[in-house]
């Protein structure tokens, strides 16, 4: 008796042979077949999270203001052979995050993935917090995805599939670099994914956030015009260095996909050990 027959798989084995890497590997992580609306798509995490689930199957739809960065990150992911479309919106508002649902949901259909990467870091001292900056901070950082989700999960949850997968921060668990506005802004995004997955879970959908450490991009730029700072801000990591937004592509691929169908309601931390400290 060989190998495969004593495993139980082969010819005479009673069964089909495993599938190989390659398949098992498709049925944990594809989306084929999938639609996916990222927000703040044009840049940054939500630009490099968009690439992640256009390679990984799915039509892509990516949300934000600047239409030349939207058009150019959409003809790089068609280029790429995937589908790809671009709504142009202000999410500062509420009748722009209405409008841009429906755009959105135009492209490719009603969307299974909804990612959350949009957001404003504006940090005023305390002292110097208005109400103009903490209204807009809560209007684009917490409002519209709250929104968002109120638009797109119920419909989800009657197909019995869905992912909500919100970007949140550091400032969401600890204050430092003067969190102000934006840590309330963000901690409020934690807790919508746990009431969204309390809502939904039971029918398919999941939520949840990922939590950045100090990630080099667009909206950290203050930090990386500061060497010093983003050099002693690396150094609280257990890896030794900051993020990159590529860091994010296989947590929201996980998240996104068939093998994250148990995992909801939680604040995933992609940060280099930072938050361990």
């Given at each position: 008796?060989?190998?495969?027959?004593?495993?139980?798989?082969?010819?005479?084995?009673?069964?089909?042979?495993?599938?190989?890497?390659?398949?098992?590997?498709?049925?944990?992580?594809?989306?084929?077949?999938?639609?996916?609306?990222?927000?703040?798509?044009?840049?940054?995490?939500?630009?490099?999270?968009?690439?992640?689930?256009?390679?990984?199957?799915?039509?892509?739809?990516?949300?934000?203001?600047?239409?030349?960065?939207?058009?150019?990150?959409?003809?790089?992911?068609?280029?790429?052979?995937?589908?790809?479309?671009?709504?142009?919106?202000?999410?500062?508002t509420r009748d722009?995050?209405?409008?841009?649902?429906?755009?959105?949901?135009?492209?490719?259909?009603?969307?299974?993935?909804?990612?959350?990467?949009?957001?404003?870091?504006l940090?005023?001292?305390?002292?110097?917090?208005?109400?103009?900056?903490?209204d807009?901070?809560?209007?684009?950082?917490?409002?519209?995805?709250?929104?968002?989700?109120?638009?797109?999960?119920?419909?989800?949850?009657?197909?019995?599939?869905?992912?909500?997968?919100?970007i949140?921060s550091?400032?969401?668990?600890?204050?430092?670099?003067?969190?102000?506005?934006?840590?309330?802004?963000?901690?409020?995004?934690?807790?919508?994914?746990?009431?969204?997955?309390?809502?939904?879970?039971?029918?398919?959908?999941?939520?949840?956030?990922?939590?950045?450490?100090?990630?080099?991009?667009?909206?950290?730029?203050?930090?990386?015009?500061?060497?010093?700072?983003?050099?002693?801000?690396?150094?609280?990591?257990?890896?030794?260095?900051?993020?990159?937004?590529?860091?994010?592509?296989?947590?929201?691929?996980?998240?996104?996909?068939?093998?994250?169908?148990?995992?909801?309601?939680?604040?995933?931390?992609?940060?280099?050990?930072?938050?361990?400290?």
């Open positions: 008796m060989d190998d495969a027959t004593r495993a139980g798989g082969g010819e005479d084995g009673g069964g089909p042979p495993p599938a190989g890497p390659a398949a098992y590997l498709s049925e944990l992580f594809s989306l084929e077949g999938r639609v996916a609306v990222v927000t703040g798509g044009s840049s940054g995490i939500g630009r490099a999270i968009a690439a992640a689930l256009a390679r990984s199957g799915a039509s892509v739809v990516i949300v934000a203001r600047r239409e030349a960065a939207l058009a150019a990150t959409a003809a790089r992911l068609r280029e790429l052979g995937r589908r790809a479309a671009w709504v142009s919106a202000d999410l500062a722009g995050v209405r409008a841009a649902a429906e755009d959105a949901a135009a492209a490719f259909g009603e969307p299974d993935i909804l990612v959350n990467a949009a957001g404003i870091n940090r005023p001292p305390m002292d110097d917090l208005g109400e103009d900056v903490w807009a901070t809560m209007a684009v950082n917490l409002d519209a995805p709250f929104l968002l989700g109120q638009r797109f999960a119920p419909g989800m949850a009657a197909r019995g599939h869905g992912r909500l997968i919100h949140a550091q400032q969401a668990f600890r204050a430092f670099v003067t969190s102000g506005a934006y840590g309330v802004s963000k901690a409020g995004l934690v807790a919508l994914a746990r009431s969204q997955a309390e809502a939904w879970s039971g029918r398919g959908v999941t939520a949840n956030t990922l939590v950045p450490g100090v990630v080099l991009t667009p909206l950290n730029a203050r930090i990386s015009a500061d060497p010093a700072r983003a050099d002693a801000l690396a150094a609280r990591t257990m890896t030794g260095r900051n993020g990159l937004a590529e860091d994010f592509a296989g947590a929201a691929v996980f998240l996104a996909g068939p093998s994250s169908a148990y995992v909801t309601g939680q604040a995933i931390f992609v940060d280099g050990g930072f938050s361990v400290h």
